[in-house]
Every structure is written in C-alpha cells, then in structure tokens.
C-alpha cells in the first residue's frame, strides 16, 4: 500500500527549455486531488510530456530552462517528493537500467530502502499485473518495444507510488497488451489509492476509468477541463478540430481496399522471400520458414502481438538486418550493383529504393535542425537547392512542421519527431517506404497528415510497409496483411 495518494497543484506554471524561443507548456493552472484519476490530453507539441515530467520532479535546473508559475505536489516541489512518484516515459528504452528483467523492476524498490525480502514478492505481483511473462533473468535487451513498455510500468507499479504519472503507457502494445496494461493500472490504483495521470491518444481505452479530463493548450492554459462526459460532451468538436481524440470522432479519410492475392510465382511483388529465418542476435531465430510477397504499389500490413518478430522483420525486410538464413529479393527494376539482395546494396542504393522509419524515431536523425533533417536525403541525391527547398517545404506544411524549421529535432515532442522521422524517408522519394508504428504517439491531426500522406505514396506507385497495432491503420491503408504469430516455425501467414 502506499502511504496515501497524493495532490498535485499548478498555479500558472510553465517550463521553457533553454535555447527554445517558445514555451514548451505555460500558463497551466489546476488542483488534482488526493485519488484523483485524470486524463491529459492535448494536441502534439502542446506540452503534455513536459508538464509530465515536471511533475515527476525530472525536468532540471536553471541550466536546463526556466520555469515559471510554481507546481507542488503534496505541498513541496516535485524534486523533493520523487519517492511518491513512479512516472513511465513516453520512449520505454529511457526507462530501461539493468540488463534482467527481474533486477530492472526491483531498482525503484532499492533505491526506495524497500526491506530486501520483500522486493521479489513486489516484482513477481509486478509483472503478473502487466501481462510480462519472462524470466527473472530474461535479457532486458532482447525484449521488443512492446515489452520494455510492460517492463517500465511494472518498474513504476513495484514502488507503489503515491502520485503514478504515465505517458502513452499503451503506444507500442497490441490489442491483448492495451487491454492488459489498461486493466493492471486500474488494479494498482484501486489497490493502492493512488493518484493516477495519464497521457493517452487511445482515449477511449481509458475514459471510463477517469474521473477527469485536462486539456492544454498549444497556446498556453487549458483548453477544457471536466469530467469525461462534460469534456467530450460539450467541448468535442472543438477539440476534435485542435487535434485531440475524442472517442466517437471518425477521421476524414478514404478507405483503401484490399488487394488481389499474388500468384503462387510472386508476380507482382516488388520485394519476396524464400525460406527467410529472422534474428535479432545473429544466433537465435525469432521467424522461420517465411514465404512471403510485398506487392507493389499498395501497402503491406505487419501485425501480431508484442515479440513475435514484427520490427525484425521489417527491417530484414529492407535490408538492415541480415537474415539468419533464406533470403530476401527485390525486383528486377531494383537491383542493385551487388544483385536482389537488399542487405547487399549500398547505403545510396538504399536511400532510393527502400527507406525505413525506425520505431525509435531519434535512431535516424543526423542533423541540427528539422529543416536540414528533411534536406539529407535529397541532397544525398544531388537535387538542386531549389528542388530540395521544394521537396522540404512540402513536408513541412504538409505534416505541420513549419513553424519547427529552425527547431532541433531532439526537442521536438514524440509525436513531431514521429511526423519527420516519417517526412525524412519520404523527402528521398524511394520506391519502398518500411514503416515501424507510424502513428506512435500522434495527435488527430498529425495521424490523418501521415495516414493520408501514405495514401498518396501509394496511389503513386509506393510500396508501403507498415508494422503497426493501430486498427485504423489497417483499415485505411487496405493492401495485404502479414500476420505473426509469436512461433518459430510456419509462423505467418499473408492475408489480403
């Protein structure tokens, strides 16, 4: 148990990173009470993280940026309360410490002077609540997104936290995970009483659980605050119109067929494996036996559960992992000097015909600001300065990055980094786009710019890629599903 939820007080705070212009959030004003569960929402670059974090007691000191306003919980600044506080980040690699899964749940424990014979009954209650069955001693390294994202909350759930802070808790889950993780908080807060923030774009996973949504807004305040109903009542156009999700809200965006399964000789298909066994050590296969067809022109859907190999295998896929055995092969109009085997071409070889968004978007940026992200791959490729100011500001405006530009891309929040991760890859226009979770962490209007800006890659003439858990994604892009299943050999299957 804890020794009591705790309050949490804004009054007109706010937090400016140093060497940013803007605010990241300002003027935020509210009283959370003691057992409170609260829904924070807002659109993407609106400052939900930082808010977050700062009242997690994690943002820094002067040197870091300057704060204005004052934020409290249970009457003391958040850096003098951070034993209360159990806060699950946005990127679930920045929560991993040790290299056991067992030991990394049992660190917030120590570190707390919890007694030593009662950490392992904490962490075994820990990481039966969210859905993580591995060994104690399982390598924290080989665990999949979706896992690590498990392993951080039962890090935050072992300390029993007065004052439990999550941010997109259930962004890299599958459906079973989402439902898992959503049902362990509710479990851990009934429990224990405590205080529970959440900042979620499924909202409707989570509505019922919250006795209150918070709104912030980009420019400062709040936009709505109230309970669920009266929120998403009163203020849900309006929201819906900034960005937010409000559950009941469809997107504006048309629906993509399937396509006409590929004759057994793969016509048709622009990449294809034979036989392909997939790894993430180089030792161990995680796939076996995959014969499958990408066609061209459409996209291809990766889907299953958190570690059944989906992000191994987009990315052996595009040539970034070498396959344990079997093979991959382009189409004859790809082939590169070294032949059809992606893993054999060139980096310029592979910067026109297949590009990949990374599920960890900062693993790709190369630049110091988001204007000379977008200009990498162009110039790589000889375009004039004024087609790569073109191709640049198109992406920009498109994915609404404009007024980023000058901006570090390490600054931007998860879901803007998301949006040019994406941008990235497509200013070089290649003929294959692989895709890890593109929707992560996207507001509603960043999610309709990426999933309409894929539609039209693929009308002209794409092939996209995409793993993701996102069931609007499937439905919108249409094209072929390659399902995993968490199994070594005959483990997937191609449906259209």
């Known amino acids: 148990m804890t020794a009591g939820a705790a309050r949490v007080v804004a009054d007109g705070w706010g937090w400016c990173y140093a060497g940013r212009r803007l605010p990241a959030v300002s003027a935020v004003s509210f009283t959370i009470e003691p057992g409170e569960r609260v829904l924070l929402l807002g659109a993407s670059g609106a400052g939900k993280s930082t808010l977050l974090t700062g009242m997690a007691g994690l943002l820094g000191d002067a040197e870091e940026g300057e704060r204005t306003g004052t934020l409290l919980v249970d009457g003391a600044t958040p850096e003098s309360r951070r034993g209360r506080i159990g806060l699950v980040l946005q990127d679930p ?12 749940v049992a660190f917030g424990c120590e570190n707390l002077g919890v007694p030593a014979e009662r950490i392992p009954e904490r962490v075994r209650e820990a990481l039966d609540a969210v859905g993580l069955e591995v060994p104690l001693d399982h390598r924290t390294a080989a665990l999949s997104g979706g896992q690590k994202q498990r392993l951080a909350l039962a890090g935050a759930l072992a300390m029993r936290p007065g004052l439990l802070l999550l941010d997109e808790p259930t962004a890299n889950l599958d459906p079973d995970g989402v439902r898992e993780v959503r049902a362990a908080v509710e479990r851990a807060v009934e429990a224990t009483g405590a205080t529970l923030v959440v900042i979620e774009h499924r909202t409707a996973v989570w509505a019922d659980l919250m006795t209150r949504v918070i709104v912030v807004s980009a420019d400062g305040g709040l936009l709505a605050d109230g309970t669920p109903d009266e929120v998403f009542g009163v203020h849900g156009d309006a929201l819906a119109d900034a960005g937010v999700w409000v559950p009941g809200h469809p997107v504006d965006l048309p629906v993509l067929p399937p396509v006409d399964e590929l004759s057994a000789d793969h016509e048709g298909a622009v990449l294809t494996t034979r036989d392909l066994a997939i790894t993430r050590d180089r030792r161990t296969a995680v796939q076996t036996g995959l014969d499958l067809s990408v066609p061209d022109a459409s996209a291809t ?3 299953g559960p958190n570690g059944a190999g989906k992000s191994t295998l987009a990315l052996t896929l595009a040539g970034l992992l070498d396959p344990l055995h079997g093979a991959v092969e382009a189409a004859e ?24 968004v990374f599920q960890d978007p900062e693993h790709q940026f190369l630049t110091q600001t988001v204007r000379d992200e977008l200009a990498v791959g162009p110039r790589a490729l000889g375009r004039d300065a004024a087609r790569v100011d073109a191709v640049v500001d198109a992406l920009l405006e498109r994915l609404g990055l404009t ?16 949006r040019l991760s994406v941008a990235t890859v497509l200013a070089a226009a290649p003929a294959v786009v ?14 309709i710019g990426i999933v309409g800006l894929l539609q039209e890659e693929i009308a002209r003439g794409t092939a996209v890629v995409a793993v993701t858990h996102d069931a609007e994604v499937i439905r919108h892009l249409g094209g072929h599903r390659i ?3 968490p199994a070594v050999a005959g483990s997937a299957e191609l449906t259209a």
């Open 301 to 303: 859907v990766i889907v």
């Open 434 to 447: 692989v895709l890890d979770e593109p929707t992560f962490g996207q507001d509603r209007l960043g999610w």
């Open 403 to 418: 007024a980023l530009a000058a901006a570090n891309p390490f600054t931007l929040s998860g879901g803007q980094k998301r």
């Open 483 to 485: 399902e995993l299943v």
């Open 93 to 104: 690699d920045a929560g991993v410490v040790l290299s056991r899964v067992g030991d990394d």
């Open 333 to 356: 109009r790809l082939r590169g000097r070294r032949g059809l085997d992606p893993v054999r071409w060139t980096s310029r070889e592979l910067l026109t015909r297949i590009g990949t």
